[in-house]
C-alpha cells in the first residue's frame, strides 16, 4: 500500500485562511490610506498653485491688480464687453525727480497714494477691479460700458484728485504730484493719447480723437509752414 497523504487538521487551515484575510485587510487599509493621503496632498497642492496665481496677479505695493491680472482680465472679456470698454492709460509726471530728490521708499510711498486716489476716482458698478498697476509709475483702468465721453470725465476727475492735494511722504515733506491720462477705445490709443498729453505739457486729459487730430494738425505743419 502507497504512502498516507498528510493530515490537514481543522485548525490549521482556520489559522492560515485567517492570515490571509487580515493580510488582504490590512493591504486595502493601506492602499485606502495611501489614496486618502494622496488626494489630500494633491487637493493642498492645487489650493496652493491657486492661492499663488491668485496673489500674483496683484501688485505687492500697491495692493491692486497688475498687468498679469489685466492681462487675464482682457481675455475673460468677451466681445461685447470688449466694444462697450473704454482704455485709461495714467502716467505720474516727472516720477523720476521724486526718486532722484526724495529716494525710492518716498518715490514707493507716492505710487500707493496716487492708486488710493485714482481708486477713489473710478467708480463702476459692473466690475470692481477696473484699475491696474500697468508697470513703473503707470496705471490702466478698464471702463467697461462706458464711451469716449464719460470716461474723459472720470480720467478728468482722477487728475483733478491727484493734484487737489499735497502728498505726505515718510521723511515729513510735502509735495505736489499731477498726472497725465489718455482715454481711448483700447490700450494702444490710449497710449498714444497718454504720449500726446506729456508731450503737451503734461497735467492733463487727452483723448484718442484729439490726439489724432493733434498728429494731422503737425503734418499739415510740416508741409505748409
Given amino acids: 500500500p502507497g504512502a498516507e497523504p498528510p493530515k490537514l ?6 489559522g492560515a ?6 493580510n488582504a485587510t490590512r493591504n486595502r487599509a493601506m492602499r485606502d490610506l495611501m489614496v486618502s493621503i494622496h488626494s489630500k496632498t494633491l487637493w493642498a497642492l492645487l489650493s496652493g498653485i491657486q492661492e499663488l496665481s491668485a496673489i500674483s496677479d496683484y501688485d505687492a505695493l500697491t495692493n491692486i491688480k497688475n498687468r498679469r491680472g489685466l492681462s487675464k482680465a482682457l481675455q475673460a472679456m468677451g466681445d461685447d464687453d470688449a466694444g462697450e ?8 509726471d ?3 525727480r ?10 514707493d510711498e507716492c505710487l500707493r497714494q ?16 477696473v484699475l491696474y ?3 513703473g509709475e503707470e496705471f490702466a483702468a478698464i471702463l467697461q460700458g462706458s464711451d469716449e465721453p464719460t470716461a474723459h470725465q472720470v480720467a478728468e476727475r482722477i487728475r483733478q484728485k491727484v493734484a487737489g492735494q499735497p502728498f505726505q511722504l515718510p521723511g515729513g515733506e510735502s509735495i505736489h504730484i499731477t498726472v497725465s491720462v489718455g482715454v481711448g477705445q483700447d490700450l494702444v490709443e490710449a497710449d498714444q493719447a497718454l504720449y500726446a498729453a506729456k508731450r503737451n505739457g503734461r497735467n492733463q486729459v487727452v483723448c484718442s480723437c484729439h490726439a489724432r487730430l493733434d498728429d494731422l494738425k503737425q503734418q499739415q505743419n510740416a508741409l505748409w509752414p
Fill in 133 to 135: 498697476r500697468y508697470g
Fill in 85 to 92: 470698454a473704454i482704455a485709461l492709460m495714467i502716467d505720474i
Fill in 94 to 96: 516727472h516720477f523720476k
Fill in 9 to 14: 487538521y481543522p485548525a490549521t487551515l482556520s
Fill in 114 to 129: 496716487v492708486a488710493e486716489r485714482i481708486q477713489q476716482s473710478v467708480r463702476t458698478t459692473r466690475h470692481d477691479d
Fill in 17 to 22: 485562511a485567517s492570515d490571509t484575510i487580515n
Fill in 98 to 107: 521724486i526718486n532722484d530728490t526724495y529716494g525710492h521708499a518716498a518715490g
